[in-house]
């Protein structure tokens, strides 16, 4: 039977964690009695089932460890984004009502200060490493028996919207209260929809684990039994040194990776041997298609693109597939269904756009505090978080875009990932930021903000460069109507641009 904490129990010495950056490891027997050590410890403070703790934490052991214990205890596990401010993660903290957080010196500070100001009690408060105000959390499971708990069951995660607008939202789904031992078919899900089996896998974690797609893959990793390499500085020619010394199977990637992979220097590329890699699942944003395309032609067909969200749904598609239909998100996979529906909430035919709207999926949710929410983004079982797109005839689906990120000029409406991928193409462009602007006679006008390849600085000849090249490509009234340059676009690690932050920064400018 697969489940983590099986496949410990049966082979407790193959290793469970490798963190790429020190080179400690723990074998799936260590990490199963300290995931046991630290439940002791959190019902002796007075957490029970069905309380929230959380984390704000790089990719580490203890990352892995606070999780895999809330997985079996019977809690709700909260990921904390760490570039978040100490104000919004003292929201998140007192909206999910945390009894336990968790950190690393690194965050320290600003854990502390969200804490302090919701009210959390210092004994509440556990650092990896010793720092005052903290509970060291090693000297602290030192002291806890290593032997099962009783009454274990399976816990959930309680991820946070990203609060595009206005405050960040809970997912929170009914406990089930199932025996975390026999639901390690359920958490593997997430490789079982791109055919991922219970071979052993040895995969790659590139990104923060306060993703959800991220986190999901690691659990489905661990159910298995596979190898997890942890990264926490993020580089190109690293990714690559990194798949051949570990000989890396399996990794989850966004397409600001492949963009960056893309623009290593053809001769670097190929001093690597990449020849293990099976899976490299991707999404979380848009993928232009001579990116992907690129990057097939690179690996070969092991990329596996899914579309979903943290509330559940989702398609999928493989490379094949996806070559048979550049640009598609995929299918619904098992279990999954897709409706597009106009503004009235009627289906539209297929190659028409409207509103994406997801199946809810095995678990119900609800937005934690936010019925208001909840309501406005369900419907007969269904979701959505605002994307467009279509369906072909034979049910494959596109995306155009978000609905609250179309630029409207002139009385047309504009995507703005249709311009940003053009825009990716460019050699002499790193990153790429568009979006609309006020404009008294448009409406709006076209903003775009470029962050230059190393070595180019940005200047007006570069912009014209850009627009000219942009028009062999888009209509006219797609053409930005002003570039700007910037030395870097605030992106998370997993690729997600804070394009409202830019967006804010340029309202009011001449």
């Given at each position: ?19 790429a950056?020190?080179?400690r ?11 046991h050590q ?8 007075g ?9 704000v ?22 990921p ?25 010196p ?8 969200a804490?302090r ?8 408060l ?6 005052t105000?903290?509970v ?7 002291g806890?028996?290593?032997?099962e708990?009783?009454g ?7 991820t ?25 078919m359920l ?22 684990y306060?993703?959800t ?6 659990n489905?990793?661990?159910?298995y039994?596979?190898t ?26 966004v ?5 960056r992979?893309l623009?290593?220097d053809p ?5 690597y041997d ?15 298609v ?13 990329l ?14 493989n490379?094949?597939?996806?070559l ?21 909430g009627?289906?539209v ?9 997801m ?6 949710f ?16 269904f ?11 034979e049910g494959?689906l ?34 790429v ?7 008294p006679?448009?409406?709006?006008y ?16 570069l ?21 700007d ?6 992106r ?5 641009l ?10 009011g400018?001449?």
């Open positions: 039977m697969i489940g983590f904490w099986n496949v410990a129990r049966r082979e407790p010495d193959v290793v469970a964690i490798i963190e950056e020190t080179g490891s723990v074998s799936r027997g260590e990490l199963a009695a300290m995931t630290l439940v002791h410890l959190l019902r002796n403070q957490v029970k089932a069905n309380d929230v703790i959380a984390a934490m790089d990719n580490r052991i203890e990352s892995v460890t606070v999780f895999l214990a809330a997985m079996q205890a019977g809690l709700y596990f909260v904390i984004n760490y570039h978040l401010t100490d104000a919004e993660i003292a929201y998140i903290i007192e909206d999910s009502e945390t009894k336990a957080i968790f950190t690393t690194e965050f320290a500070d600003k854990t502390m200060t804490a100001s919701v009210g959390l009690a210092n004994e509440s556990f650092c990896t490493e010793p720092v105000g903290f060291h959390l090693a000297g602290a499971l030192a806890q028996p290593d032997h708990p009783e274990r069951a399976m816990g959930l995660m309680m946070y919207t990203s609060g595009t607008t206005g405050k960040p939202k809970g997912i929170k789904r009914p406990a089930s209260g199932a025996n975390p031992d026999e639901v390690g958490w593997s899900h997430p490789f079982k929809i791109f055919g991922i089996g219970e071979e052993y896998q040895v995969q790659l974690i590139q990104s923060p306060y993703h797609a991220v986190l999901n893959f690691a489905a990793s661990a159910q039994g596979h997890l390499v942890l990264m926490n500085q993020w580089d190109a020619e690293v990714v690559l040194q990194n798949i051949q010394k570990y000989g890396i199977t399996t990794s989850h990637m397409p600001t990776h492949f963009h992979l623009k290593l001769t670097v590329r190929a001093k990449l020849s293990t890699m099976k899976y490299v699942m991707h999404g979380a944003a848009p993928c232009p001579e990116t992907k395309q690129a990057m097939i032609e690179w690996l070969g067909p092991v596996y693109e899914y579309y979903g969200a943290s509330e559940g749904g989702g398609t999928t598609v490379s094949t597939e996806w048979k239909y550049p640009g598609t998100v995929g299918r619904p996979y098992h279990g999954a269904e897709i409706r597009i529906l106009d503004e009235e009627n289906h035919p297929a190659g028409t756009e409207g509103l994406v709207w199946l809810s999926g095995a678990f119900e609800k937005y934690h505090n936010a019925p208001e929410k909840t309501a406005s983004s369900t419907r007969d079982g979701f959505t978080v605002g994307d467009l797109g279509h369906l072909n005839e494959y596109f995306l155009h875009g978000r609905a609250s990120d179309i630029i409207i000029t002139g009385g047309v409406n504009v995507h703005p990932s249709e311009v940003e991928a053009v825009m990716q193409q460019h050699p002499k462009v790193a990153d930021a568009v979006f609309g602007l006020p404009d006679e448009w409406g709006e076209i903003q775009c903000v470029v962050q230059p390849i190393a070595g180019v600085v940005g200047s007006p000849e912009a014209d460069e850009l627009v000219d090249f942009c028009s062999h490509h888009l209509a006219r009234y797609k053409l930005p109507r002003k570039i340059f910037v030395d870097q676009l605030p998370d690690p997993n690729g997600k804070y394009k409202r932050l830019i967006r804010d920064s340029f309202i400018r001449s």
